[in-house]
């Protein structure tokens, strides 16, 4: 996309002068200068070449109605390489735009409206093409030496003026197009958006998958339909395993927080698939028992949002903020728990915070009888249609509220099961006054970090008492059922560690195993 005026073509055949798939954006222009007169809505503007292609300008469009302003380049001659020749890109120079006042905006009917919001799309598609082509030439020179070695995403921050989070968004967006070739040529173009591109690039599927993809895109379909076609594909097309796709999640996963402007806290999170179920099932628990208590609210019902945030405090610390009334939060607190009393509470010293412990969350989950048991690699499916892998769910079921829906069970073709604490909170109790920590061999994470584990799975037939339970760290449990280890406990109070089975084999779907949407 860049041209040297000595003569040089930005693509093959163009011999210097304004490239095919720019006329798009000439013409957007040209449609923009004349959206005063709605007959001329789609005219093109006009290649003006003087002498030789070292001197190639384009004309800047001639507006049919009065406008007020005109966005221009500020620097019409190019721009210096280390030769000294100069170098234009042809885009910046090609997308100067007339800005519509409020009366030649008023003269527009809907869809002359309609037509030219399109038209800015793609212009600012186009930009953001170009944009990845211009931080990739300067990370370019910053490798080579010949430029500061400066990271992209500060450089692009001191040359934009945008926030340090956004330039690292946009220079990560950036490097994802430049590895899919067919991807940023569809952005540079206009045909697809920034939101696309990355859909596109992301996609787990083979190259040729990849180029239907991107066709489809360019074809006109919206961003939430193209990740739809991209979910789709991913899951007829996939390049991994399902265990493969739930590592790279695992790995993937990160949270932050930060205060704004005002003082506000911002949170943001992104959880595997085990995790993110558990969480939803039991926000979603809280978030109706906020619906039931909105009355109690003393200025009127909160907004879904409010909702939303007041369930997300309550959650992490819980505590509320709202202007509810005390008895109706006293209310909304006891029933956290069946019997009326709050969860946990560890002991403490004079005024120490309670810490509350919420419930488990009841998650419901198809799966095959023999998967769940661990003699088959069947994937389970949650009611929101995440895919687990059947060691998770069998880790699950150790501590935490299940709904086993199991296909071929005892009751028929799918048994709905019953919801199953495993572990009720007085025998938790005593087992974290015998265990006090993580019984892995050399692991002393502390009982809020731990689950209870099976040594013999309920699921096989264990018991649930104390002899048969021992705590294991997330870290540990998780390591537990993956790699089919089992706790022993040795006469001194200690466990070690044996593989009883093989590592998990990578989960598969079955013919008649239904997908998530």
């Not at 087992?431 to 006090?436: E, G």
């Amino acid at each position: 996309m860049l041209r040297n005026g000595s003569g040089g073509a930005g693509r093959a055949g163009e011999a210097g002068a304004v490239g095919a798939a720019d006329d798009d954006a000439v013409g957007a222009s040209a449609e923009l200068f004349s959206a005063g007169d709605t007959s001329a809505n789609h005219a093109r503007a006009e290649h003006l070449v003087t002498g030789s292609a070292q001197s190639t300008q384009l004309a800047s469009p001639k507006p049919r109605s009065p406008l007020p302003h005109q966005l221009r380049p500020s620097r019409e001659a190019g721009y210096p390489d280390r030769s000294g020749l100069s170098v234009r890109p042809d885009s910046p120079e090609q997308l100067s735009l007339s800005r519509l006042g409020g009366a030649a905006l008023a003269g527009l009917g809907r869809d002359a409206l309609l037509g030219v919001l399109g038209d800015i799309e793609r212009v600012a598609n186009r930009l953001a093409g170009y944009r990845a082509e211009v931080l990739g030439a300067l990370d370019a020179l910053s490798r080579s030496g010949v430029a500061p070695d400066v990271a992209p995403h500060l450089s692009l921050r001191d040359a934009a003026g945008v926030s340090e989070r956004d330039a690292r968004k946009m220079v990560r967006g950036a490097e994802k197009a430049r590895e899919h070739d067919g991807v940023l040529e569809a952005l540079s173009v206009g045909d697809i958006n920034a939101a696309q591109a990355e859909a596109l690039c992301d996609a787990r599927v083979p190259d040729g998958v990849r180029a239907e993809l991107v066709a489809a895109a360019a074809a006109g379909e919206d961003t939430d339909a193209t990740r739809r076609r991209v979910r789709r594909a991913e899951a007829d097309h996939s390049v991994e395993t399902p265990m493969e796709r739930f590592e790279r999640q695992r790995r993937s996963r990160g949270a932050g927080w930060q205060r704004d402007h005002e003082g506000m806290l911002r949170l943001w999170a992104k959880l595997d698939p085990e995790v993110g179920a558990a969480v939803e099932a039991g926000l979603e628990a809280l978030r109706r028992q906020y619906w039931l208590n909105d009355k109690q609210v003393r200025n009127g019902r909160r907004t879904p949002a409010q909702r939303d945030a007041d369930v997300l405090a309550y959650a992490l610390t819980g505590i509320t903020h709202t202007d509810t009334d005390t008895a109706a939060v006293e209310r909304l607190h006891a029933r956290a728990r069946p019997d009326g009393h709050f969860p946990d509470q560890p002991v403490g010293d004079g005024d120490a915070a309670v810490v509350l412990r919420l419930p488990p969350a009841q998650i419901s989950v198809l799966i095959g009888l023999d998967g769940l048991r661990g003699s088959t690699d069947e994937m389970g499916l949650t009611d929101a249609g995440v895919e687990l892998p059947p060691h998770i769910v069998r880790r699950l079921a150790c501590d935490a509220e299940i709904i086993p829906m199991i296909l071929d069970g005892p009751g028929g073709p799918a048994d709905v099961g019953r919801s199953a604490r495993t572990v009720p909170l007085r025998l938790r109790r005593l087992l974290i006054a015998r265990d006090r920590h993580c019984q892995w061999p050399g692991c002393n994470q502390p009982p809020s970090r731990c689950d209870a584990h099976h040594i013999h799975h309920w699921t096989d037939g264990g018991p649930t008492d104390l002899d048969n339970l021992v705590l294991l760290c997330h870290t540990h449990h998780h390591h537990l059922h993956q790699h089919g280890h089992k706790m022993i406990p040795q006469p001194d109070g200690t466990w070690t560690t044996i593989q009883e089975t093989g590592p998990m084999p990578a989960p598969r779907r079955t013919n008649g195993q239904p997908r998530g949407p």
